[in-house]
């Protein structure tokens, strides 16, 4: 029996009684694109709000290959062995289209996802990058109002994603492979210089050598990169989801930038500085969504972007165009 | 004698003649916030379109105290000895506040200043950001139609303004000095990655063995950096302005860059991209400011943002709220 509808009190009730089942439900509501369920998973939201933000935010990146869901496993499992409630979630923008999350197949999570103290929730669907995250972000408020203290967000090695995810959690560990392929061709520009760990994944076997070469490399070249405004310094680990070496390692570290009183503080003001960056960030994406929406502008923006680009017109003198052209309607 | 109005035909006809009092007339016309300056500005931004792009653009940037001044003083002479026109124009944000610009005092460049085949012309004053870079990007187009064959674009060492002139440039040039202070402290973040060259200044003196094995050690670490998406490997580089050595080297390495087959057709795609860029940012820039700027907002806005840091309000719903004011005038 499932019961059809439930009230939005019976929805914020359930999920601050750690009721998985309509925590789930709520989700489903908030991930909707129907604008009946709108106002609703607004309140909802609204009414977590309070009861959010007691946990710590963990963003997990790295290319295919590298070994994320097995690490998840692994990390996870570790973590509610310690009395943890572990929730997963993913931001991965290209499962729109594929349909092909990359936590779609829970099977290559097991343990955790049998796990009661672990809820595990793929990437919301239907939805642009910009939605796919701001989803996922007010996920986070509800699996947080629900009880769950720790909240890994996995994402996947595309630019655009990465930054969302940098955008909403409060530690982000990069995973990455030893050898020069991966250095050279898997990680954009940027990504690294975001992680506040980057840790080699696979040191195992005849791997282990080569894992202590690239933790020597990367710390050496650590001085060459720009200092955290927060003035954490990333730390280079390395370890082995398959044989769960190395990952009591990853817990301290982000304990230690947690727990530390500096950690807290910062962590209290880049959350501050997070919200701030979403509502500018939402009004902006909205913004240019009615723009690129309007008729008008549907008909003539491909043939003056052709302009542009062949040096026909001016960038900005064809912006001005298209800016009037949308006011006129 | 100064005529007081040149008409739109004399100033392209000065423009495309090469006379550089009407360039400069005409770059202060684009420069003007006069509305009335508006469509006239636009008229001679077109038509000098066609007659634009045949040059190098190199973007230079560094931290206050690289030696930024002098390294274009040193290499704009070394370009114009070798029968080249140099434009150095600069995007300096800072200077609408300070009105300080970095070449607003042109004795840091005495002999540039002199010279008959290099023009300089200060960063534009009294803009936003992205004012600043729009008529910057509108100011190389008109010193391209007066025949200048190679634009040097200076900024600061500002993360924004870097990237905007990242995106008006085809070559862009970071200016480093040996030692660790630099690294840790100057470069902000994702610069380095947009540098098609570091060169290590102020490779004189004591500091010459500083540099070389400041050179080896970035050389080093550039395998860690993700490859450019034209196939291009940084160059590492080192010179002196005040001595003038390195400076054939560094020329050398954007004639590599710039001669190459694929090079060329790289700039060319390059170029192209830039073009849709602007189009787009602009667009979105306007968007914003229309926004922004609106009396509604700009009543509620700081209150709104408030609640949003404070966790009284989900961003999103806040997002929502200033929208639906912004329709309501």
Known sequence: FRKKNLSTEELIQGILNGDIATLARAITLVESTNTEHFQKSNDIINQCLPHSGRSIRIGITGVPGVGKSTFIETFGSFLTALGKKVAVLAVDPS?????????????????????KNAYIRPSPTGHSMGGVARKTRETIILCEAAGFDTILVETVGVGQSE?????????????????AGDELQGIKRGIMEMADAIVINKADGNNIERANLAKVEFTKALHLFPAKENGWTPKILSCSAIQKTGISEIWEVIKA?????PGQEGIIAKRRTQNKFWLLQTIEDQLKQQFYENKNIKNQLDQMIKLVVDGKISPFNAAEKLLSLAKGT
């Open 163 to 179: 930054t969302a995810v940098h955008g909403m959690v409060d530690f982000f560990l990069l995973l990455k492979l030893a050898g």
């Open 95 to 115: 499962s729109t289209i594929s349909k092909g999350s990359i936590l779609g197949d829970k099977t290559r999570m097991q343990e955790l996802v049998k796990d």
């Open 257 to 261: 930038y947690t727990d530390d009183k």
